[in-house]
């Protein structure tokens, strides 16, 4: 009976085990959403994945198109092996990508494209990837070559307050303010200094001018 039993029990946790869907698969790589997130070919559709630890610069920051193009060089259109960790919110696959033995994850860190998303980054290889970031701002590559860049989690919950200012040690008004749908920038005493969309933040003319952003034609800064 006691043998009977054991048997009945093994063949459940065979069951269970047999039942788990494989956490890897591999699949081309068809679309580009931006530096974190790509669409990936799974089981006859587009899969979005979001890149497992790491958080790239909005669409409306600085380095956010360098990031996108950076995914878009080394993995569009290419096979990838995805290795799953979980599901967001959105319904987002969120994992490692790998492009046979590189990781997206990390090279993004290494080359100054990504911070390491500490909020949800919290395996062992978190660690290493901080070390890298460290590494990469050391040598002021990518979006470390900016004075002070803003984590996107800051830019977007609520852009960037005034607390996150302060820590910077920037004054609640500083330099330029620009627009990042207009791409316009302002000066402070311009009355859309502090414009709805207004979340992006230069500290010289020269600056806004090299991040794309055009003068108001009011203030004229």
């Not at 050391?138 to 996150?164: C, D, M, T, Y």
């Amino acid at each position: 009976m006691r043998k009977l039993r054991l048997v009945f029990l093994f063949a459940i946790i065979l069951q269970i085990l047999f039942s788990i869907p494989s956490l890897a698969w591999e699949g081309k790589v068809v679309g580009i959403s931006d530096g974190d997130t790509i669409r990936v070919m799974h089981e006859g559709k587009g899969e979005r994945v979001r890149l497992y630890g790491v958080d790239c610069p909005e669409k409306g920051q600085d380095f956010g198109q360098k990031a996108k193009m950076f995914t878009s060089n080394m993995v569009f259109g290419k096979g990838v092996e995805i290795k799953a960790v979980t599901q967001d919110r959105y319904g987002r696959t969120v994992g490692f990508v790998y492009l046979g033995s590189r990781c997206l994850n990390e090279e993004l860190i290494k080359s100054g494209f990504a911070w390491v998303y500490r909020k949800y980054c919290d395996k062992p290889i978190c660690d290493q990837w901080r070390k890298m970031e460290e590494n990469a701002k050391a040598s002021k590559i990518g979006l470390w070559s900016q004075p002070n860049p803003i984590p996107p989690w800051e830019f977007r919950h609520g852009k960037v307050s005034e607390v996150s200012i302060q820590k910077k040690n920037f004054p609640i008004s500083f330099g330029y303010h620009g627009n990042i749908n207009s791409k316009v920038f302002h000066k402070p005493d311009c009355q859309a200094y502090n414009c709805k969309n207004c979340t992006a933040f230069f500290r010289t003319r020269d600056e806004a001018l090299e991040a794309g952003y055009k003068p108001c034609g009011i203030c004229k800064p």
